[in-house]
């Protein structure tokens, strides 16, 4: 017998269900493969009962990808977290006034971290930060020229459109052009970041001065363009209703249409501490699944979901496994400080490959090492580290 529902079983639990007709209908939607509309994936969110919601969402995760899960072995550099912007949410940037606060690392000081993991057999680098006003493009194309010259198969993902914005703009070089420079210089593809949520009603109130929705977007098109893939975020769960979330993941959807080049959406929980809306309360465990398996269900052009552990936890991240979430990122070895300036648990997230994967089996899922682009580098058994010998590096 199959491990998995199949569409008849599911469409029988929604019609056994005590959930209002208008909502059965929706779901029925997403199992026969037909798109939701906005409104749909409001009422989705405003009515959805949790367990309804995430067996669908279960539903369409296990018809894409299975039990298989997809993790990366994958250090961040943050070259800053000094920063020109001031959104409300973020415990990490020091003004530039403020600098010695802060950390700016030199070339030599990010080649080390790079050489740190010469001999591991990491496949990314993941590079985020602040937007400082004195790093610019010139030196961010040397940093990627060394990382490729001295490491030439380590991928290199790297800054969100908010800093790719600025940087271009100092340059006074197009989109397109300063795009061009990076990617020849050797980066690869970019990360989700700076996405935050792209309605101007809450844009404006929480990060007013860094680039719109508009700019974000053509930012990731062009990558797309270019041949880049690129990831998409939101950041939810603080004053956004949930329109605002879906006009962001309408926007996302609308955007894949066009050029298919997003790997995996990744919603990103705001969390409370050290920074200028403490008075927020953190969404509820139940609000994160709800989260996740709305996504699952509204990007249908999405292959991936990805939670981000560092962020989540270890025991909310494996929850979402069952709503929706196929993707989880990554090794990470204590490389980034963005979550845990914020209040994560994790204040030191690292976890090492094998934790990683029995947080992912011990879940019930098929723990799947990717590369960047999702190439399938090896799928972990049961026994795998039952054998010392088997364990890999
Ligand atoms: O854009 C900042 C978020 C993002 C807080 O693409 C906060 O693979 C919650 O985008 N509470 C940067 N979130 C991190 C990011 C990311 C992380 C992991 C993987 C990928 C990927 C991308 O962090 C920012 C912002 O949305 N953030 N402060 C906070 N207090
Ligand atoms: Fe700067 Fe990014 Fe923090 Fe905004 S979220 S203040 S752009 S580091």
């Not at 994958?74 to 940037?93: A, G, K, L, M, R």
């Not at 989700?192 to 404006?204: C, D, N, T, V």
Request: glycine letters at 6%.
């Amino acid at each position: 017998m199959s491990d998995f529902m199949t569409a008849d079983q599911v469409q029988l639990l929604i019609d056994q269900s005590h959930t209002d007709n208008g909502l059965k209908d929706i779901l029925k939607k997403t199992i026969a493969g037909e798109r939701l509309t906005p409104g749909e994936g409001s009422l989705l969110f405003e009515k959805g009962e949790l367990p309804l919601l995430g067996t669908v969402a279960n539903y369409i995760r296990e018809q894409r990808h299975g039990h298989h899960t997809y993790f990366n072995r994958n250090f961040h550099i943050e070259p800053t977290n000094v920063c020109v912007y001031t959104c409300q949410f973020c415990s990490y940037s020091r003004v530039y006034k403020h600098r010695e606060e802060g950390w700016e690392l030199s070339l030599e000081q990010m080649m080390d971290i790079v050489r740190r993991y010469d001999d591991q057999p990491i496949t990314e680098v993941h590079i985020v930060g602040g937007v400082h006003p004195k790093l610019n493009l010139a030196f961010f194309c040397e940093l990627m020229r060394q990382i490729r010259a001295h490491r030439p198969s380590l991928h290199i993902k790297g800054f969100t459109a908010v800093e790719l914005d600025y940087m271009f703009r100092k340059a006074k070089v197009s989109v397109e052009e300063g795009m061009r420079l990076l990617h020849e210089a050797g980066l690869q593809s970019m990360p989700g970041g700076g996405a935050e949520i792209f309605h101007p009603e809450i844009r404006e109130k929480i990060c007013a001065d860094k680039v719109d929705a508009e700019g974000w977007l053509y930012i990731h098109a062009t990558a797309h363009r270019l041949g880049m893939p690129t990831n998409a975020t939101m950041l939810y769960g603080h004053i956004e209703d949930y329109r605002h979330r879906i006009d962001h993941m309408e926007r996302l959807r609308q955007l894949q249409d066009e050029t298919r080049g997003f790997n995996t959406f990744i919603p990103l929980k705001f969390r409370n501490q050290n920074n200028d809306m403490s008075d927020v309360p953190e969404a509820t465990i139940i609000e994160d699944l709800k989260m996740y398996a709305v996504a699952r269900l509204y990007l249908d052009n999405f292959a991936h979901i990805k939670a981000y552990w560092a962020m989540l936890g270890r025991q909310t991240t494996q929850l979402t496994l069952a709503y929706g979430v196929d993707d989880v990122d990554g090794t990470l070895d204590d490389t980034t400080k963005i979550y845990s300036m914020a209040g994560a648990e994790e204040q030191h997230p690292a976890m090492s490959t094998e934790e990683l994967v029995r947080l992912i089996q011990s879940a019930g899922r098929t723990a799947v090492e990717r590369d960047t682009v999702y190439h399938v580098i090896r799928t972990y058994s049961e026994a795998d580290f039952n054998n010392a010998a088997e364990v890999p590096a």
